[in-house]
Each structure stands twice: as C-alpha cells, then as structure tokens.
C-alpha cells in the first residue's frame, strides 16, 4: 500500500484543519488506516484509526472529541478532522496501514506515508 499525507498547514489555536490520506497500490480493505503524529523531540505517537472494510473507529484520548476520522471508500482516501486544535497539537502528522485493528503501536504498522506539518498558534 502507498499512502499519502496532505492538509498539513499553519492553523490558530481554536482553529479547524482537515487532513487526507490518499491509499494505492493493494487492496486497501484489507488493512486499518491509521493517523500517528511526531512533535520535534518527542516519539511518534498514535492519534486514530480506521477499519476500512466497515468504518469502525479508535482514538487517543488526546484526539477523543476533537477530531474524527472517516474514509471515502470511492476515492480511497482517509481523513482527519481536527477542531478546537492546540499548540500541543503542533507535530508531523503520519499516515499509516496496518493488518490489524485496535493497534497503537508504530511497530504494528507496515506501510507509512511521507508526513504533512501541522503547527498550531497560540
């Protein structure tokens, strides 16, 4: 699977920004579409993912609430909403596909997108 990150901006705390991930290659359904971000200094951590054969859904606590994760299944891209957004919320933002669902560890995903900068103003 090849997976592309976009979306990524500058954005003012409060603010809203919509990320995509565009899915190639296999057969997407079989995999869950993840979101991790990586603040600088900090470890990759896991925001949300998605089942793509039926839609079912996983969050962090920190993204609980405020963003929401979906996919269109026609254009084979996944998304993240994020509303209220925070300058903790300030990091690279990755795409990611993995065989099994529920996972939050980096080291369960396989495939990976190249990343998209999400900074959050105060």
């Known amino acids: 699977v090849q997976l592309q990150a976009s979306g990524g901006g500058l954005v003012q705390a409060g603010g809203s920004l919509t990320l995509s991930c565009a899915a190639s290659?296999?057969?997407?359904?079989?995999?869950?579409l993840g979101w991790f971000r990586q603040a600088p200094g900090k470890e990759r951590e896991f925001v949300s993912v998605?089942?793509?054969?039926?839609?079912?859904?996983y969050y962090a606590d920190s993204a609980l609430g405020r963003f929401t994760i979906s996919r269109d299944t026609a254009k084979n891209t996944m998304y993240l909403q994020m509303n209220s957004l925070k300058p903790e919320d300030t990091a690279v933002y990755y795409c990611a596909a993995t065989n099994f669902w529920g996972v939050r560890d980096v080291y369960e995903y396989d495939y990976w997108g190249q990343g998209t900068q999400v900074t959050v103003s105060s």
């Open positions: 998605i089942s793509w054969i039926d839609g079912k859904t």
């Open positions: 290659g296999r057969t997407v359904s079989a995999y869950a």
